[in-house]
């Protein structure tokens, strides 16, 4: 005896980029054998579930554990932080986020860590090891490793989409609502460690002797050591900080 069924999914447009080719339209079907959660169909069209804020089945606001249900009708709607509750099956980020990305985005984590924004860069281990400090660390993930997203131990996450680092920067921004948490200048983009105001005395024979010279204001990295001072390249990070002000806007959405 065949117990098969079929159920129907349509996604909202800002969804449609991931799902395969075939299923751009957004309107899709898929046939089931068994009772399956709504987190696996969806995802097993490219969607991950820390892409979705909302799902509906028949009308009705679901989580992700609902059990399909022969010709179930399923909506399936992005997460939306410029709208009230937006986040909805996603956890909030709080007030002070922290995030741990693969190491594909290395450009793109020394650049939060410039915004003051705690962010781990991880390299060199299984998925399992980066998982885990994810969890351990409570920290949001950022890759573009859509199928790393789909673990069920995810609880937050977020794919980047674009290849530009500015872009992604205010992706992030954006995603999470850090237009008013952000501290430039308070992290080392090295390690991700505090920078902490440095006494000059204290420097001198680690300074060289320009550098000793012309500058007077310094700090120090409270994980790795390294000074850093307002040097040639802090303009140029000044107008990055104030670009992302102003590109993360909301409004522009
Ligand atoms: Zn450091």
């Not at 399936?76 to 741990?100: H, M, R, T, Y």
């Not at 090891?129 to 490793?145: E, H, V």
């Not at 000074?227 to 900080?241: D, P, T």
């Amino acid at each position: 005896m065949s117990d098969k069924f079929n159920v129907y999914l349509e996604f909202t447009p800002a969804l449609r980029f991931f799902l395969h080719q075939g299923c751009k339209s957004g309107t899709v079907q898929k046939q089931l054998s068994h009772a399956t959660s709504v987190k696996d169909v969806v995802e097993s069209f490219g969607v991950p579930h820390t892409e979705v804020g909302k799902i509906k089945v028949n009308g009705e606001t679901v989580g992700f554990g609902y059990h399909m249900s022969p010709g179930d009708r399923v909506t399936v709607s992005p997460v939306d932080p410029a709208s009230f509750g937006g986040f909805g099956l996603q956890p909030e980020p709080g007030d002070n986020p922290a995030f741990i990305a693969d190491e594909h985005l290395a450009k793109l984590v020394r650049r939060m860590r410039v915004l003051g924004l705690d962010t781990h860069l991880f390299s060199g281990g299984s998925d399992r090891d980066l998982l885990a400090l994810m969890q351990n660390g409570n920290r949001i993930l950022l890759t573009r490793d859509r199928r790393l997203l789909m673990h069920n131990i995810v609880r937050s996450g977020y794919c980047i989409r674009s290849s530009d680092v500015f872009q992604q920067v205010c992706e992030v921004v954006r995603r999470y609502c850090l237009a008013g948490r952000m501290q430039p200048f308070s992290r080392c983009p090295s390690c991700n460690g505090k920078l902490e105001v440095a006494d000059k005395i204290s420097l001198l024979n680690r300074l060289e002797p320009k550098t000793r010279r012309y500058y007077w204001n310094f700090f120090l990295c409270d994980s790795c050591g390294k000074i850093f001072w307002r040097g040639s390249h802090a303009e140029k990070l000044e107008s990055f900080v104030a670009a992302v002000r102003e590109g993360c806007n909301y409004s522009e959405l």
